[in-house]
T-cell receptor, first 114, second 112 residues
Framework: AQSVTQLDSHVSVSEGTPVLLRCNYS??????LFWYVQHPNKGLQLLLK??????LVKGINGFEAEFKKSETSFHLTKPSAHMSDAAEYFC????????????FGRGTSLIVHP | NAGVTQTPKFQVLKTGQSMTLQCAQD?????MYWYRQDPGMGLRLIYY???????DKGEVPNGYNVSRLNKREFSLRLESAAPSQTSVYFC???????????FGDGTRLSIL
């Protein structure tokens, strides 16, 4: 069985300060991991994905994530927050081993203060 | 570039009514998905289609049916709508399993 836990339902930062959104996962196989962003009244957009090629993954808009197998974590970071980063962020795991069914975390709402 | 197109964008139904949510993708993707999004719950998979001609249940299939009409189109049907089905419904497609998904902008459905 697989699961995804986003450790914070809300994260609040000031513009220009670093962002850290935390995600832990469990999977019986070698998983594929994704981060998506959702702006209000929109669908989800892919930020980045991990598929075992490299543990540090760079995505769009300056975001990156590090896969740590020993900690079963895939935390999302950005050095400097912009107002436009305010959105909902979802961590997603696809377990592999022939399973097509992705599991979504419950989401983290990023609030950016001027 | 249309990507994934969902219709309608909004709908209000009465309990017991039926309706079909439409989804079409123009990226020649093999896999298509239907999710519902409820506050604080993330996205939950209702049904998916790994390829044309196949469909499988996801996490929350009760009360729904799907049809993969062709490679482009994947519809979701509520036969007898219930207030518990009030939600935002998202359709997504991907080239194949373990590949990133492309999402439509959602259908906001209210059932009174």
């Amino acid at each position: 069985a697989q699961s995804v836990t986003q450790l914070d339902s809300h994260v609040s930062v000031s513009e220009g300060t670093p962002v850290l959104l935390r995600c832990n996962y469990s999977s019986s196989y070698s998983p594929s991991l994704f981060w998506y962003v959702q702006h209000p009244n929109k669908g989800l957009q892919l930020l980045l994905k991990y598929t075992s090629a490299a543990t540090l993954v760079k995505g769009i808009n300056g975001f990156e994530a590090e896969f740590k197998k020993s900690e079963t974590s895939f935390h999302l970071t950005k050095p400097s927050a912009h107002m436009s980063d305010a959105a909902e962020y979802f961590c997603v795991v696809t377990p592999g081993g022939g399973s097509y069914i992705p599991t979504f975390g419950r989401g983290t709402s990023l609030i950016v203060h001027p | 570039n249309a990507g994934v197109t969902q219709t309608p964008k909004f709908q209000v139904l009465k309990t017991g009514q039926s309706m079909t949510l439409q989804c079409a993708q123009d990226m020649n993707h093999n896999s298509m998905y239907w999710y519902r999004q409820d506050p604080g719950m993330g996205l939950r998979l209702i049904y998916y289609s790994a390829s044309e001609g196949t469909t499988d249940k996801g996490e929350v299939p009760n009360g729904y049916n799907v049809s993969r009409l062709n490679k482009r189109e994947f519809s979701l049907r509520l036969e007898s709508a219930a207030p518990s089905q009030t939600s935002v419904y998202f359709c997504a497609s991907s080239p194949g399993d373990e590949q990133p998904q492309h999402f439509g902008d959602g259908t906001r459905l209210s059932i009174l």
